[in-house]
Structure formats: structure tokens, C-alpha cells
């Protein structure tokens, strides 16, 4: 597949990087743009303005399948793609940091003025973070959470504590919840996909796929004991904050944000009907302990600063707080914010890749999700006639992967080796993202 992309910014870099030995990548951007990190890639490099149409005939836009416009500027973006649209049936990305741009922009098919020079595709990364964090908080103690089969059917990561019961023993002795599967472990930044006999250290992520029921009796039972997410405060009352705020209004959760602008606080008092707004620095320790922050159960750093993020986190867990959320602006970052104990950092960036990756996968086999920084990925893949019949012990899958659920028609199924496969089944197969392509070809029509 031909890619151009437009912007030689940290989220181009990482587009490029994610894709650069599948795709045959062109960047195109001013020459001062680019950085020694795309002079490690393997692509071309196009200096110019991408609204221009000889720039784009120069990087071969008519024999190009996706143009992906992300610039640090709004308007050009949309601008370069609708210029792009000109040459044909070009599939469009265009990166936004507005919401009323993904508004306008975003059209169905089937709506009145839906013609084929409109952008397929408005991406706007802060949308992405706030439902990922909205995700992650809705659940006590949850690093990352995914949704499957409409809700039936969930992945959850959780951190393994020193002092945990299950530290020291088997994953077959453990005696995990029916209907769940342990599909994955990091340890020490690394990935790898467990079996029977694998022992559980402390400081392990354990990656479980199962029913949602399932899911929660094993969060209760193993991970926290009827705990649940009464009250938030949120520092930065930005896009992000305003849109958790009401996302976590509408479940009845206690909600307070911080924010250091007067003028956003009145904005912020207007559009939240149930959440208390602090007019306030985030970084000021005594407000922070005047204001009980400590007795909150999730404290969410989403300022659009690195620095003050961290300092926020850190000072919530002074104070006492148990999880702590930060948002991460470069990706670089996530693993200092991890290390020095932040619990969970999260970027837009690392988001909106996640969308793109998703967006450019096949149509009968698609990414469902990624975990840990891409390190592993969640496939969804439909079952043909060729393995009707066949029982899961008796697949010889080319690498390892596990078939965490299996949806039939309008029921969930979580696979032990002896279930059969049936036609039409979906498969929902957790794998490592450098073994998910043999596992796709494993399962296509030769």
C-alpha cells in the first residue's frame, strides 16, 4: 500500500515508523522539518506544501491509496486533504485539534451532503484520550480496559502488588475465574504470551480476555474487593477535562476539576451541571490538600504541559492517592512517567495511531485494540469453511496467540482447547504485534 503523509511532526514520525516496512511511506513537509528520526526509515521525503497539487504530483498522489494529513495546523490539513480528493478515490486522514472541525467535517454516506470531495476520516486525538481514560477510570484499578461484542465481552490489565496472594504461583495453580483467560503478561517492559506454567512475579501486568460478567467477579476477587470509582478530580480544564467531566457526570460519578484560567472556569461552571470547579494551580500542594484531593479514588493530570502533568501526579500521590492518570504530550515520555510511579500515562498521540492502524487493516481481518505501547494487538478475525469443524487444540498457529472469545451469532463464547469452530464464528485472538500478520495469513483463504 502507497501512504503519503503530510507533517514531519512527532505523530507523522510515528505513522511512519509503525508502517514504514509494509507500506511503501512518502513524507511530504519543509526540509527543516525533518529530523534525523525520519532519516532512519526507509521512505521518501518530498519538501513542499501538500495543498499545492505539483507537490503532490511529485510524491505520485495518483498512484497513492491513503493521504494522511497531519500538520500542526488545522486548516491546512483540511485543505491538503480536499486537494488530495482531486486525484481520485485517495482515501483521506485528516488530524484535527478542534471539535467543531470533527463536527463539520464527519459525514455519513448516507447524508444529504455527503459528496466524494469530503475527508473520510477526521481524527481528533483528544476525543481518543478522553474515552480511552474514561475507559481505564470506570474501572477500579484497571490499566487499560477494551470492549468487545457490544459490550458482552472485555479485555482488562491489571498490575500485580508485592503483597498479592497469586505472586509466586502458577498460572494453572492460581485458580482464575471460569469464563476468563490470561492472554498476555508484561514484565519489565516487555510482552510475551504466558502458558499453564508460567509463574506470576510481582509488578506483572496480567492482560485477562473474558465476559464482562466474568471480568468483574475476577477483578473483585483477585484485584480489589468491591471497590469502585466514587469520586475523581481532574487538573486541566481543557477539551479533555471539560469532555471526562461530563462522560463521568453521566455515570454519576463525583467529579471536581482543578483549572488555573478564570475565565475557563466560568466556561467550565456552564457547560457541567454536577462537578465542582476549583479555580486553581494543580501544582500547589497546600490547594491540593485543602482541597481533600487525596481522599480521591482517581486523580487525572490533562494539562497540555509534560512537566506540570508529572509534577500534579506526583504530588497527588504524596498525598495519598491510590491511581493516578497522566497525560502524556510525547510519547518519549510514558516510560519515565511509568518508572518514577505514575500509574497510568496515556498520550493522545499513541491514541490516534491506534485509530490509524485500525482504519488501514483489511476488511475481514481487523485490530480491535493494542496494548502496551503496540507491543501487543487484539485481532478480529472471521472463521471460513476451511476450519469448520477443526478443534482449537487441533490449530497449528504459526506463532503465539491466544482465542480469547469466540462470538456465535449473538452469544459469547470463552474457548477451551476441545471447542469447535464454526463458519461465520468471529474470533477474537490476542497475539504479539510482530507474530499478528503470520496469524492473519494463517487464517486467509490459500
Excluded at 13 to 19: D, K, M, N, R
Amino acid at each position: 500500500m502507497k501512504i503519503i503523509i503530510y507533517g514531519a511532526t512527532e505523530v507523522g514520525c510515528l505513522l511512519a515508523t509503525e508502517f514504514f516496512e509494509d507500506h511503501d511511506i512518502t513524507i511530504i513537509d519543509k526540509e527543516e522539518n525533518r529530523t534525523d528520526e525520519f532519516n532512519k526509515l526507509d521512505i521518501s521525503f518530498i519538501q513542499g506544501n501538500a495543498s499545492d497539487l505539483e507537490v503532490l504530483k511529485c510524491a505520485d498522489i495518483k498512484n497513492a491509496d491513503i493521504f494522511i494529513a497531519c500538520t500542526g495546523m488545522d486548516e491546512i490539513n483540511i485543505v491538503a486533504c480536499l486537494a488530495a480528493k482531486r486525484y481520485g478515490k485517495i482515501r483521506t486522514i485528516c488530524f484535527v485539534s478542534k471539535e467543531e472541525y470533527k463536527n463539520t467535517l464527519t459525514y455519513e454516506k448516507n447524508d444529504d451532503f455527503y459528496t466524494d470531495v469530503f475527508i473520510d476520516y477526521i481524527i481528533w486525538p483528544e476525543e481518543l484520550l478522553t474515552q480511552e481514560i474514561f475507559r481505564i477510570v470506570t474501572v477500579a484499578h484497571a490499566l487499560d480496559v477494551e470492549n468487545f461484542a457490544d459490550g458482552k465481552a472485555r479485555l482488562l490489565e491489571y498490575k500485580v502488588r508485592e503483597n498479592s496472594p497469586i505472586v509466586g504461583k502458577k498460572i494453572k495453580d492460581v485458580g482464575f475465574t471460569k469464563n476468563t483467560l490470561i492472554v498476555g503478561i508484561t514484565r519489565c517492559c516487555q510482552l510475551f504470551i504466558p502458558n499453564g506454567e508460567t509463574e506470576i512475579e510481582a509488578e506483572d501486568k496480567l492482560i485477562f480476555m473474558g465476559t464482562s460478567h466474568s471480568l468483574d467477579i475476577l477483578a473483585g476477587t483477585f484485584f480489589h474487593e468491591k471497590e469502585y470509582v466514587k469520586n475523581v478530580a481532574i487538573i486541566g480544564g481543557g477539551n479533555v477535562g471539560l469532555m471526562l467531566a461530563k462522560s463521568l457526570e453521566a455515570v454519576k460519578i463525583k467529579t471536581k476539576i482543578i483549572e488555573k484560567n478564570l475565565e475557563r472556569c466560568h466556561c467550565l461552571a456552564e457547560e457541567l451541571s454536577n462537578t465542582l470547579v476549583i479555580n486553581g494551580d494543580g501544582t500547589d500542594l497546600k490547594l491540593l490538600d485543602e482541597e481533600d484531593i487525596g481522599s480521591s479514588d482517581v486523580v487525572i493530570s490533562v494539562t497540555n504541559n509534560d512537566e506540570r502533568n508529572l509534577l500534579c501526579s506526583l504530588l497527588a500521590k504524596q498525598l495519598g492517592v491510590k491511581r493516578v492518570i497522566a497525560r502524556v504530550s510525547k510519547v518519549l515520555n510514558i516510560p519515565l512517567f511509568e518508572k518514577v510511579g505514575i500509574d497510568i500515562a496515556i498520550s493522545p498521540k499513541n491514541s490516534a495511531l491506534n485509530e490509524v492502524r485500525n482504519d488501514l487493516q483489511e476488511n475481514d481481518v481487523d485490530i480491535l485494540a493494542t496494548v502496551e505501547q503496540g507491543q501487543g494487538e487484539v485481532l478480529e478475525i472471521g472463521v471460513l469453511p476451511e476450519f469448520s469443524g477443526k478443534k482449537i487444540m487441533e490449530l497449528r498457529l504459526p506463532k503465539h496467540a491466544i482465542i480469547g472469545i469466540i462470538e456465535r451469532k449473538k452469544t459469547v463464547i470463552i474457548p477451551k482447547g476441545d471447542v469447535e469452530l464454526h463458519v461465520g464464528d468471529v474470533l477474537i485472538i490476542f497475539t504479539k504485534a510482530e507474530d499478528a500478520q503470520d496469524i492473519k495469513e494463517f487464517f486467509k483463504v490459500n
